[in-house]
């Protein structure tokens, strides 16, 4: 089973830390590199969705003229919610071929104020937790974190294990930030503490880039010259659910209501997932997303993760081009970008052998509460 729709062209610009190239000339880059992978010319979009406040500007200077210019933000979910959106477009007859269009530059000296302050995504607080000293995103994924070590017995050396098998991955993946520099868990324990208990290395960081995703039908895919990948499933959730129940803490997202979806129309079950690219700001999010899809038990993350069965030859690779732990920080387009990539067979020394099923997740998107967060779920199959 899939949904009939396919992403058939794929751009990914540079990507890096204070690349000092504006965000429109990086989206452009990504439009043209997408538009070569699929063998298309502008004149051949008929839908724009994008995530930048400059959107309805951007189209003029790219020189498109599409029947809609939609704006997108969910977080770090806006990556599958621009799919799932241009999959409704298509499917309803607004359009053929749809631009999902991510480029920005956090991390440049000329990033713009995020939440009244400097300093990319996020940089102050969420909501109303902030006037109590709630700041940054940080802050808030470590209260995930600390609510596992406590109903768990998580440690250090679990989430230390994360960090240093997603290191292993980016540094064998040129045009990441890892690249060439594999990490020790003494590299890790070493790193400066940020907030207890992640250390800098717990963390991701702020890069510059742009991705461009062309959706368009099966049908239409056939048609291109691009290695297009089946979009197979896709679900959603929020965790604001769990806000009234009391379980806030305990989930990092609302997972369960989107991989119901995503596996009921993909037709498929966890055990046939071959590669999973998960949304990783920190390094409890990989640990509590394997647990909450049932790669592993609850309370088993840590430990499954640090007897190495997310590496290339574990049960199950995950974030094999170094997540945005290590490899760069897109939003969701750094896990969606991934799975393309491991569809397509082009993940170079870390591409999984003979993988047909990547499970893509995208969490962000805050309710105005710390860690009420979106996710998204999306299942990608290889057209092989």
């Not at 000092?20 to 992978?37: F, G, H, I």
Request: some cysteine.
């Amino acid at each position: 089973m899939a949904t009939g729709f396919s992403i058939a062209g794929l751009g990914v610009t540079r990507q890096g830390r204070n690349l000092q190239v504006p965000a429109r000339q990086l989206r452009r880059e990504a439009l043209e590199l997408a538009l070569d992978d699929a063998g298309l010319v502008r004149k051949d979009i008929d839908g724009y969705i994008g995530t930048s406040s400059e959107m309805f500007e951007d189209v003029r200077h790219l020189g498109l003229s599409p029947g809609f210019i939609w704006s997108m933000n969910a977080g770090g979910a806006t990556a599958t919610w621009s799919v799932l959106n241009a999959i409704g477009a298509i499917r309803n007859g607004q359009a053929d071929i749809v631009a999902c269009v991510y480029g920005a530059t956090p991390s440049s000296k000329n990033a713009p104020l995020a939440n009244g302050r400097k300093g990319g995504y996020g940089a102050f607080g969420y909501g109303y937790p902030m006037m109590y000293g709630m700041v940054g995103a940080a802050a808030a994924h470590a209260l995930h974190a600390r609510r596992h070590m406590y109903r768990y017995g998580t440690t250090t050396e679990h989430l230390g294990a994360v960090a240093v098998q997603q290191r292993a991955y980016a540094a064998l993946r040129p045009g990441t930030l890892g690249y060439g520099q594999p990490i020790t868990m003494e590299d890790h324990h070493a790193s400066p503490m940020i907030v207890d208990p992640f250390r800098r290395l717990d963390c991701c960081r702020d890069t510059d880039g742009g991705v461009v995703l062309l959706v368009t039908s099966d049908e239409r895919a056939a048609d291109l010259q691009s290695k297009s990948v089946s979009v197979l499933g896709i679900g959603t959730g929020d965790n604001l659910r769990n806000w009234w129940t009391g379980e806030v803490y305990d989930l990092h997202d609302d997972i369960a209501p989107a991989k119901a979806l995503a596996f009921g129309q993909a037709g498929i079950s966890v055990e046939d997932v071959d590669v999973a690219c998960l949304y990783d700001p920190f390094t409890i999010s990989p640990i509590m997303q394997l647990e909450a899809y049932g790669f592993c038990g609850p309370g088993e993350g840590g430990p499954f993760i640090a007897a190495g069965e997310t590496s290339i030859d574990g049960k199950i690779p995950t974030n094999t081009g170094g997540g945005q732990l290590s490899g760069y920080y897109a939003t969701g387009f750094t896990a969606m970008v991934e799975g393309l990539l491991q569809m397509r067979g082009e993940g170079g020394a870390t591409q999984v052998p003979d993988a047909e099923v990547a499970l893509v997740s995208g969490h962000g998107g805050n309710a105005g509460v710390q860690n009420t967060w979106s996710h998204a779920t999306l299942l990608l199959g290889a057209d092989r």
